[in-house]
């Protein structure tokens, strides 16, 4: 969290306790109150979110390319709890699609930057000794997300 709003006094509400002063944020938004709000914080906070949602997006590719490499990889039928992760990860992804459109423009860079480590934890997953996978991402973003 924050830094000490003055050195050596008493700690702000935000660096004493964000959850009571997200409440006290909201409530002074609501009352159109400028004056008593924590402009440098909320903006922080604000960028924070955004970049949690990112994180998310970036985070359920890897997990979702993991999944389809290990799938492609096993012989004969996967295992359930695959197709199931896979599922999953498709669903939230929409969900956060659905909630955050704008982040569509960043799944081609998602899976570009996440491919590596989804091949790394591929293969640690299945015990290969030898990387099996492309260099690069062998999906689309229409075959990653189910749409085809």
Same mark, same amino acid.
């Given at each position: ?23 006290h ?5 609501? #009352? ?9 914080h ?14 998310e ?6 997990v ?19 197709a199931n ?19 569509r423009?960043?799944i ?5 930057k996440r491919?590596?480590?989804?091949? #790394? ?20 973003p #229409? ?6």
């Amino acid at each position: 969290m924050g830094a000490l709003k003055n050195p050596g006094m008493e700690q702000s509400l935000y660096d004493r306790d964000l959850y009571e002063w997200s409440l006290h944020m909201a409530d002074m938004l609501r #009352k159109r109150n400028a004056a008593a709000l924590d402009w440098e914080h909320l903006a922080e906070e604000i960028e924070g979110l955004a970049g949690r949602d990112r994180r998310e997006m970036f985070s359920r590719i890897e997990v979702l390319i993991t999944h389809l490499l290990k799938s492609q990889a096993k012989s004969g039928r996967p295992p359930l709890s695959w197709a199931n992760t896979i599922s999953e990860q498709r669903s939230e992804l929409e969900i956060l699609f659905d909630q955050n459109p704008s982040l569509r423009r960043f799944i081609r860079e998602a899976m570009d930057k996440r491919y590596p480590r989804a091949t #790394k934890r591929a293969v640690q997953q299945m015990r290969m000794t030898q990387n099996p996978f492309p260099a690069e991402c062998p999906f689309t973003p #229409k075959q990653l997300l189910g749409d085809d």
